[in-house]
């Protein structure tokens, strides 16, 4: 995943790079959600809906209207990818879109085969197992960002120069498995307490980076061939490293920590449901929401990942001048650190043993039935602990959401707005979950504009599931 990271930012312009967490952008508020807002606030499993939950599989990543164009030709798993293969990881990365204008930040997650159970009305527990990869990065000019994209051998790169100076960037990605419990500790009409707890494990985690320092850069055609262009980088000094090298994936290696970081993090949330104005009282079954007002916290992602790797490396060096082609771009995008070990001269190489934080935030929201079946939800996440001078720390960008929403036991229908800090125009999203079957995009607009570095998430999920049924009394 390190290499991702590198990759992409070092693609676009040769380094820089960053990450986030995710959630499915309107699943997580839902009632219904289960497993899907257990990873978002795990009190949902104290009273939970669900006697029984299965996740059989879902996945997500950030995209732009690219991957449609080359379907089949992508990946919307590329930051998943990088710490395992090399085969086109440059071509995949492109029809990947950032999240955020500035910084760079491409995220991608599998939820693998996972569970939830009902252990009686007021308690629940949850075995999830999640892979998730982050690239960011850091004070990257847009006309490399757009070289990147329009390639170096096209003759669509447009002529630009301008001073850079420092930036970064960082891949990382890792698996984690997770056992939550949730447990209703109120039980009334007209009020609701749960709360709930989750730990987990961290493994197989792979990290990479970049800092370096640019004093000036130029784009311009090659002297030969003026289809053709060159970019050129003055005075440059740079660090950069790996936990582990590229490594086909086995299983039982992720396990090692002489191989990958691992570690461990633990998520809180309560959630307190105010008023049965919507209780239906002619019909007995009815299973739906009742309260008029719900207000939830939850702290997700507290911890970290522990860096201390026998095959790891890190180096640095300077150049007074860097030429970069088509060929040697891709090399770096491909190959990550490694390929930029084989093109760059270094003076030090030293070995990496660090600890980076897991995207720990904290989530308020509050979640109004304005009709039966029909809710405004307000959230906002904000970043936890976060410290600016530790690139290799995962993050979450700091998002205001407003989401209408209509659910009930068998569908959902979402159409979240989310305003993140960094962006200069609100993301429009939608979710439809009907049945067994969730796709959702966090910013359609992202698919559809064709300029700008803005991208949307994308997910596809199945599941299976058992409702909780009140029983009826037998009269005597």
């Known amino acids: ?14 380094f820089s790079i960053k990450s986030h967490s995710q959630q499915i952008n309107g699943l997580q508020y839902s009632n219904y959600g289960g497993l899907y807002r257990a990873t978002y606030n795990p009190s949902v499993l104290g009273g939970s809906k669900h006697k029984w939950q ?7 990543g950030s995209i732009n ?54 252990i009686d009305k007021r308690q629940g527990i949850a075995l999830q197992f999640r892979t998730r990869g982050f690239v960011t990065g850091n004070n990257i000019p847009d006309p490399i960002k757009n070289l990147y994209f329009r390639r170096l051998d096209t003759g669509e790169a ?9 930036f970064n960037m960082t891949q990382q990605s890792f698996s984690d498995i997770s056992f939550s419990y949730g447990l209703q500790v109120v039980d009334l009409d007209a009020h609701k307490l749960r709360l709930g707890v989750t730990g987990k494990k961290i493994f197989g985690a792979r990290a990479a980076f970049l800092n370096a320092n640019i004093s000036q850069y130029e784009l311009r055609p090659e002297n030969t061939d003026p289809d053709m262009s060159e970019l050129v980088l003055s005075n440059m000094t740079y660090e950069s490293g790996y936990s582990h090298i590229n490594q086909k994936m086995s299983i039982g290696n992720l396990f090692d920590a002489d191989k990958y970081g691992n570690g461990w993090g633990y998520d809180l949330g309560f959630t307190y449901e105010l008023g049965a ?22 702290l997700t992602d507290v911890g970290s990942i522990r860096y201390k790797t026998k095959g790891s490396k890190v180096v640095s060096g300077s150049m007074p001048e860097y030429v970069m082609n088509q060929a040697s771009m891709e090399t770096i995008s491909d190959r990550g650190p490694e390929g930029l070990m084989e093109l760059l001269p270094y003076t030090q190489d030293t070995t990496l043993s660090t600890t980076a934080r897991l995207p720990s935030a904290l989530h308020l929201e509050a979640d109004v039935q304005l009709v039966k079946g029909f809710f405004i939800n307000l959230s906002q996440t904000k970043r936890h602990r976060y410290r600016d001078n530790q690139i290799l720390d995962i993050y979450q960008p700091n ?63 199945f599941s299976a599931w058992k409702l909780n049924r009140k029983k009826e009394k037998k009269q005597r």
């Open 1 to 14: 995943m390190k290499r991702s990271i590198f990759t992409t930012a070092l693609l676009l312009s040769l």
């Open 54 to 60: 299965v996740n059989i599989g879902s996945l997500g």
């Open 65 to 118: 209207y690219r991957y449609f164009v080359f379907l089949g030709k992508n990946s919307l798993l590329y930051p998943l990818l990088a710490p395992h293969s090399t085969k086109e990881l440059y071509g995949r990365s492109r029809t990947m879109g950032s999240l955020t204008e500035k910084p760079l930040y491409l995220v991608s997650e599998i939820r693998w085969p996972s569970v939830m159970y009902s």
């Open 158 to 166: 447009l002529p630009a120069s301008g001073d850079w100076g420092s």
């Open 277 to 298: 104005f919507w209780k239906n009282k002619e019909e007995k079954f009815d299973e739906n929401p009742q309260y008029i007002l719900r207000l939830a916290a939850s």
């Open 399 to 461: 998002v205001f959401t407003i989401t209408p929403r209509f659910e009930d036991e068998d569908s959902d229908f979402a159409f979240p707005i989310s305003f993140v800090e960094g962006n200069k125009r609100p993301s429009v999203g939608a979710l439809a979950h009907f049945g067994p079957v969730f796709l959702g995009f966090s910013n359609i607009n992202g698919l559809i504009k064709k300029t700008g570095a803005r991208g949307s998430m994308v997910y596809l999920g």
